[in-house]
């Protein structure tokens, strides 16, 4: 969702160096990006202030010189370093109170994710530059083929993501159904946290498996991706892979996968979105009523179209 917003900075700033600081299991993503120039690995326990750890990040920013740090997240514990570091500009939405901490306050507007974050590379009160530039990760189509032969993929396949670590009410329910009716075998990516989801699905399960690194070099191989709203969902659309994306409680209009190539699942219900991790009306409605044969006919439409193997960068 941050990569178009990094895309408008270059387009901006074709000289400037643009270094990235977020934790390391984002890291992956991060160096993906054709944007990003260094990436910088902060680990803080979520919620935790650990002051002494922030004072020590400010003082390596502080000595790299920076003159402006654009802090995406909301958390008042996010704009801290910045702050500490002394760079000179530090940009963001006001979120928690930020008021000492930002020096150029952006104002939000309820924008779909992906602009909300470009906004910060507009000047304030300047109208959005448009179209928002498209999400993109680089792939390797060698080292994409040389990680599936390590897990003993041969020749094509389809992911499957049957995980999303934000709860139950945006986990389709019928992925054990889908994988025996597609017409390749069927690879499951997703976290060790995503065991339960992935139990009982006919399929190679490499969940827990793989590093976040490998699991993009495995989506970049796929003829075809299926994924809940989730981080490989935007993953497989920033690989620009043919992606049927199955939301539940959330909503396509507030984080859509970014790709002319996706097709999305979605029952805009009279409780949805409703945002909840676990439905709160015990019915799941919004994922239920996804059937297999809808996503099996969302895949014959992209494979319609001629598949091109990979984004060549
Ligand atoms: S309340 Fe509606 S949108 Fe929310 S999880 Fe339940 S069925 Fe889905």
Redesign the pocket.
């Known amino acids: 969702m941050a990569q178009p917003f990094l895309a408008r900075l270059r387009a901006r700033h074709p000289e400037a160096r643009i270094d990235a600081l977020g934790p390391p299991w984002v890291a992956p993503v991060l160096r993906r990006m054709p944007e990003v120039d260094e990436v910088i690995e902060a680990d803080f326990r979520h919620g935790a202030l650990e002051l002494g750890r922030r004072f020590r990040l400010a003082r390596a920013l502080r000595a790299r010189g920076y003159d402006c740090a654009f802090v995406l997240p909301n958390s008042w514990k996010s704009a801290l370093a910045p702050f500490l570091a002394a760079i000179p500009e530090r940009i963001g939405y006001t979120g928690e109170a930020r008021y000492g901490l930002l020096n150029r306050r952006h104002r939000a507007r309820g924008a779909p994710m992906a602009e909300h974050y470009a906004a910060l590379a507009d000047s304030l009160g300047e109208p959005a530059a448009a179209p928002l530039p498209k999400t993109v990760l680089r792939a390797d189509p060698a080292r994409a083929s040389a990680t599936a032969a390590r897990f003993g993929i041969r020749g094509d396949y389809g992911v499957l993501c049957p995980g999303a670590e934000y709860g139950p009410?945006k986990r389709w329910p019928y992925f054990a159904e889908l994988a025996p009716r597609l017409a390749l075998p069927a690879v499951l990516i997703g976290s060790a946290k995503d065991a339960d989801a992935c139990a009982g699905i006919a399929a190679l399960d490499l969940c827990g498996k793989t590093t976040l690194d490998e699991a993009i070099d495995l989506i970049a191989g796929a003829r075809f991706v299926v994924a809940n709203d989730s981080g490989l969902m935007h993953v497989a659309a920033a690989l620009d892979r043919p992606l049927v994306a199955i939301f539940?409680?959330s909503s396509p209009v507030h984080t859509p996968p970014r790709s002319a190539r996706a097709r999305v699942l979605w029952r805009s219900?009279e409780?949805?979105?409703?945002f909840?991790r676990v439905?709160?009306?015990g019915?799941?409605?919004?994922?239920r009523e996804i059937t297999v044969e809808q996503v099996l006919e969302a895949l014959r439409v992209l494979e319609g179209g001629p598949l091109p193997d990979f984004r060549q960068q």
Do not use: D, E, N, Y
Not at 283 to 287: D, S
């Open positions: 009410a539940g409680s219900l409780c949805s979105p409703c909840a439905c709160p009306l019915h799941l409605r919004c994922l």
